[in-house]
């Protein structure tokens, strides 16, 4: 069963390495796979101040596509940057983190995603991610939580909807599946606000943030 928690903002330094990849090779990989990304209004520079991880690049051809452009949008304009990471190398307390969005003193963000999660389905990643795109500044509070919860659930229901492949992921074969479905099981249920309200890691948040005002059920 995947760990939720809160996201912590720590101090991050201004410089993080990427993987080396040239960058046109990388955006022709996705393009192919995804025809539509091609025809991308957004830049292929804006893509990758983003992200030089064919994996993430796919997320985001298929976060543009629907729901997730509006995360994709704050991904790109702010820019943050996506990336893989071990954990456990940031802090082992944070080891069973799905992701987490990091915001340094400069306002620099960037968003990690557990490098367990890399060979994930890209629809799973692109929900994933547009989760934590909504977390782009220092404040932090429990409607924001269950907002971008909801958001979490209501892009991985959309890529299952387009992609029926999704459904027959079995129990236990891939972590992040399993977490989109239990959101999705949980949003369905009209239970998603209790369950991110009832989260340990959560418990001390203030009810409102900038952007984010009081909230009382989930939508469906």
Not at 6 to 22: E, G, K, N, Q
Not at 144 to 160: D, G, L, P, T
Request: aromatic fraction near 10%; glycine fraction near 4%; include cysteine.
């Amino acid at each position: 069963m995947p760990t939720w928690n809160a996201r912590p903002i720590f101090s991050l330094p201004r410089y993080i390495p990427v993987a080396t990849v040239t960058g046109a090779l990388l955006f022709a990989l996705v393009a192919d796979e995804f025809p539509a990304f091609s025809q991308t209004h957004y830049s292929m520079t804006s893509f990758l101040r983003c992200t030089r991880d064919e994996a993430i690049m796919k997320a985001f051809a298929l976060m543009q596509q629907g729901g997730g452009e509006a995360s994709l949008t704050r991904i790109v304009n702010k820019p943050m940057r996506v990336i893989f990471k071990d954990m456990k190398t940031i802090n082992k307390a944070l080891k069973n983190y799905d992701a987490l969005s990091w915001l340094s003193n400069q306002g620099e963000q960037v968003i990690f995603v557990n490098e367990k999660h890399r060979n994930a389905p890209p629809e799973a990643l692109a929900a994933l991610i547009s989760h934590e795109a909504m977390h782009d500044d220092e404040f932090n509070s429990l409607s924001e939580e269950i907002q971008s919860w909801q958001h979490e659930a209501e892009v991985w229901m959309e890529m299952k909807a387009k992609n029926p492949e999704l459904a027959k992921i079995t129990t236990g074969s891939c972590a992040l599946v399993d977490r989109e479905n239990r959101i999705e099981a949980e949003y369905r249920k009209h239970t998603l606000d209790n369950f991110v309200r009832n989260s340990p890691g959560y418990q001390g948040l203030p009810e409102e943030s900038p952007g984010f005002g009081a909230i009382s059920a989930s939508r469906e």
